[in-house]
Every structure is written in structure tokens, then in C-alpha cells.
């Protein structure tokens, strides 16, 4: 069984820096795609970053336009976790963020992500 645990939520400043990690299990982040989504009170869930590897593309990396510049998303297969480094963080950035996992290919839909950790919350005070 999939199971996907996020950690390093919380509160920050804006401008601040928070930094997410995704905790997988088994060989799970060898052959999966690993996104990060969020979901702002009252708005429906959107896509933030995803990442991929394969031994003959590399890694493959995606942004959400309001991300991009700003945020990084990378994974340490040997530690089973994905990242999600977040800089110049603002109060639109307050949400919860979900790991997700799909085979191979990334995606930006949430629909394409049979996998999902439980959430953890961000909060950006202005």
C-alpha cells in the first residue's frame, strides 16, 4: 500500500520560507511522478509543482505560473521524499498542500494523481 505523509507546514511571515517534505514508501518515488497541489479555504485544488526521473530523460520538473521563480520541487530517492521549497512566500500562498503520486509521467491535474497524503497546512500572515 501507497502512503505518502507530508511534514514542515505552518506559520510564516510573508516574504519567508517554508520548506515541505513528502514522505513515500518502498519503491514507490523509483517509478512514480510526485506532485504538489493546494487548496485555499472556499477554493477548489490546484496544481503548484510536479517531478519526475527516468534514467533517459532526467528529471523532469513543471510550475504552477504563480510558482514559478519562487518555489522548487526536487526528490532524494535514497530518503523516499520529494521537497517543495518555498520562497517569497505571500498570503495567496495560505493553503493546504497535498503530495501526490502517479506513475511516470508528471501531471497538472489532480484528477491524474491516484495517490494522496493527508495534507498539511500553510499559513502566510501579511
Known amino acids: 500500500q501507497v502512503q505518502l505523509v507530508e511534514s514542515g507546514g505552518g506559520l510564516v511571515q510573508a516574504g519567508g520560507s517554508l520548506r515541505l517534505s513528502c514522505a513515500g514508501s518502498?519503491?514507490?518515488?523509483?517509478?512514480?511522478?510526485m506532485g504538489w497541489f493546494r487548496q485555499a479555504p472556499g477554493k477548489e485544488r490546484e496544481f503548484v509543482a510536479a517531478?519526475?526521473?527516468?534514467?533517459?530523460?532526467?528529471?523532469?520538473?513543471n510550475y504552477a505560473d504563480s510558482v514559478k521563480g519562487r518555489f522548487t520541487i526536487s526528490k532524494d530517492n535514497a530518503k523516499i521524499t520529494v521537497y517543495l521549497q518555498m520562497n517569497s512566500l505571500n498570503p495567496e500562498d495560505t493553503g493546504v498542500y497535498y503530495c501526490?503520486?502517479?506513475?511516470?509521467?508528471?501531471?497538472?491535474?489532480?484528477?491524474?494523481?491516484?495517490?494522496w497524503g493527508q495534507g498539511i497546512q500553510v499559513t502566510v500572515s501579511s
Open positions: 518502498g519503491d514507490f518515488f523509483s517509478n512514480y511522478a
Open positions: 517531478i519526475s526521473w527516468n534514467s533517459w530523460t532526467g528529471i523532469t520538473t
Open positions: 501526490a503520486g502517479r506513475p511516470y509521467v508528471i501531471a497538472s491535474m489532480s484528477s491524474d494523481y491516484p495517490y
